[in-house]
Structures are given as structure tokens and as C-alpha cells.
């Protein structure tokens, strides 16, 4: 939508601005087919091998100026402008049609390449989420409460590890002072083993969970 309004808003100023417009487009096209003309006539004396070259590199002719621009070598220098152009843009399919750079573009800003150029962690989708762990209401869980997060829906839903996932149930938790780790994980988990009569070992160098 928001092209569309600005292709919109070019139109209606240049139907404004006719006259200009069509003057500075004629310049344009003339001094690009200068530029063009420049190249071939370059070419031309670079790999001459007898006494056709041309007597000057630039040709003032308009018509031929004009004309230039549709040639094998207008065309290519045009192709080769755009590629360039497309490449250092370094955006949408044309990009990674003519690199090779194939990417998702993640909402966060960034692109996200599917051969790990960059790694490949990330966070698991409800898909890969599924395959190791469960989620539901805290009573429907059996294992250890990882965390919680909000469905498609804005329902909570707490997160634990399946049982005989194949992975080992070791468990490290980061997070600065405040950061929750003891309210978050360390409580619940000991209220966790409690109700499953499971044995217990807690070191508390600081006594911070004793206290609280």
C-alpha cells in the first residue's frame, strides 16, 4: 500500500510538472547515452587492431546519444547498472535471485540464513516444542515446571520436560539479582519435588531461600 501511494504521489507531480519533467528525462536519456557511447567507443580503441578506431571517446550527437542506449552495449551496461543497484540494495527477491543469498527476514531486523552461516539456535516453535516437551495447566504436569508462555490465544500455559525425551534433566538458570531466579524457578521446583516425595539436596551458602 505504501508504494502504491508513493508511485501515486510521483505521477500526480510529474502530470504537474509535464514540461519539467519531460526536459529533465530528455537530458537524462542524453547524457546517460553519452555515458553509453563513452564505453563503446572506449571498447572500441581499447581492442582495435587496425585504423578503425574511433577518432574520439565522446560523441556529442543527441541522436546517437539517444540511440546508444538501445544497443548490445546500452543493454548490458543498463542490465549491469541494475544488478549492481539490486545488489548493494541487498533487499527483497531480486537480491537473492541474483546472489544466491537465500534468507528469511526476521521481524526483528535481521536475516536468518537456512544453512547455519550464522548458527542455527533459535527459539522452538510450538511444532519442535511439542517433540520434548508438554505444556498445559500446572496441574496436568507431572515433571519440572520450566517457565510459562502465552498461546496464539493469550492463554497461559506452563512449560515442562517430557518424560523419556532423551534428554538429560540437568538444569542451569541465568539471570542478574531481581531477576526472578529464585521466585521463578528455584520455589516452585523445591514445592515441585515436595509434592512428589522426591529426595531432596539444597545448598544455600546465602540462606537466601531458607529466609524467604
Known amino acids: 500500500m505504501r ?19 519531460g526536459t529533465l528525462g530528455g537530458v537524462g536519456l542524453y547524457v546517460y547515452g553519452l555515458f553509453i557511447n563513452s564505453i563503446h567507443n572506449g571498447i572500441a580503441a581499447t581492442f582495435s587492431l587496425g585504423g578503425d578506431a574511433p577518432v574520439k571517446l565522446i560523441e556529442w550527437n543527441p541522436f546517437r546519444n539517444f540511440a546508444a542506449i538501445f544497443t548490445p552495449t546500452g543493454l548490458g551496461v543498463t542490465f549491469f547498472l541494475l544488478a ?6 541487498k533487499r527483497g527477491k531480486p537480491y537473492q535471485f541474483l546472489s544466491g543469498y537465500r534468507f528469511d527476514k526476521d521481524r526483528r531486523g ?5 544453512d547455519g552461516t550464522h548458527g ?3 527459539f522452538m516453535a510450538r511444532r519442535e ?16 515446571i520450566l517457565g510459562k508462555s502465552e498461546d496464539r490465544y493469550g492463554d497461559t500455559e506452563y512449560i515442562s520436560p517430557k ?3 532423551g534428554l538429560n534433566e540437568h538444569i542451569m538458570v541465568f539471570g542478574a539479582s ?6 521463578g524457578f528455584v520455589k516452585p521446583f523445591i514445592l515441585q519435588c ?7 539436596v539444597l545448598v544455600d551458602p546465602k540462606g537466601g531461600a531458607t529466609r524467604s
Not at 3 to 21: D, F, G, P, Y
Not at 84 to 89: A, G, P, Q
Not at 178 to 183: D, F, H, L, V, Y
Open 3 to 21: 508504494i502504491s501511494r508513493h508511485i501515486e504521489k510521483v505521477k500526480h507531480k510529474c502530470r504537474e510538472n509535464l514540461w519539467k519533467t
Open 84 to 89: 549492481m543497484l539490486v545488489l548493494l540494495d
Open 110 to 114: 535481521f536475516d536468518i540464513l537456512p
Open 120 to 122: 542455527t539456535s533459535g
Open 129 to 144: 516444542m511439542g517433540q520434548v516437551l508438554e505444556y498445559g495447566k500446572i496441574g496436568q504436569l507431572s515433571s519440572t
Open 163 to 165: 518424560k523419556d525425551n
Open 178 to 183: 531481581g531477576a526472578g531466579k529464585s521466585r
Open 194 to 200: 515436595i509434592k512428589r516425595q522426591e529426595s531432596l
